[in-house]
């Protein structure tokens, strides 16, 4: 997948002088390939994940950037599956009302959920209430990252290389 090697070559750029520019090293910051076994429980559980999401798991593994901003994760395709089966967070109510699939996460406690069946749009939830899987907000914060998938992850690249051209930390 090009967006892949498209985000490797942004996170090396932009942990190229971490240390300099911050006085201790950067982490191990990863863009890793896909996990067969975990594409494939995540297929498995189709239609309640998103066709989006299943294809990019068939391209992309865990992406884990702890030094850009305040951090970015991927979550794994295998977690991003049990944790939906378990109903840990599958439904968002409040300015928004939607069933989802949670799939990332930065490092502040804010989570990026997509929107199911359709796999539109993409939510991102503030730390706020979540009981028996259901996460309730007023904030206003808890908005549409992005209308789809694809435009999520181009603002993801995007705010990787801005945070490379000048260590300003990048929102999403």
Not at 30 to 54: E, F
Not at 96 to 108: I, L, M, Q
Request: charged letters at 20%; proline letters at 8%.
């Amino acid at each position: 997948m090009i967006w892949r090697e498209d985000l490797r070559e942004a996170v090396a750029s932009a942990v190229l002088d971490f240390e300099d520019s911050y006085g201790y090293p950067p982490g191990a910051n990863t863009v890793s390939g896909p996990d067969t076994t975990a594409t494939a429980l995540i297929a498995a559980v189709r239609p309640a994940i998103p066709a989006a999401l299943v294809e990019l798991y068939a391209a992309v593994g865990a992406v884990d950037l702890p030094d850009i901003g305040n951090g970015f994760f991927l979550r794994r395709a295998s977690d991003v599956a049990h944790a939906h089966e378990a109903r840990d967070l599958w439904h968002v109510r409040g300015c928004h009302d939607a069933d989802v699939v949670v799939f990332a996460s930065d490092g502040g406690g804010t989570q990026y959920a997509l929107a199911t069946p359709a796999g539109s749009p993409v939510y991102r939830l503030p730390p706020d209430l979540v009981l028996d899987g259901i996460y309730t907000s007023e904030d206003p914060r808890f908005d549409v990252a992005a209308p789809d998938l694809s435009t999520f992850l181009d603002r993801l690249f995007q705010a990787v290389k801005m945070f490379a051209a000048s260590s300003t930390p990048p929102s999403l």
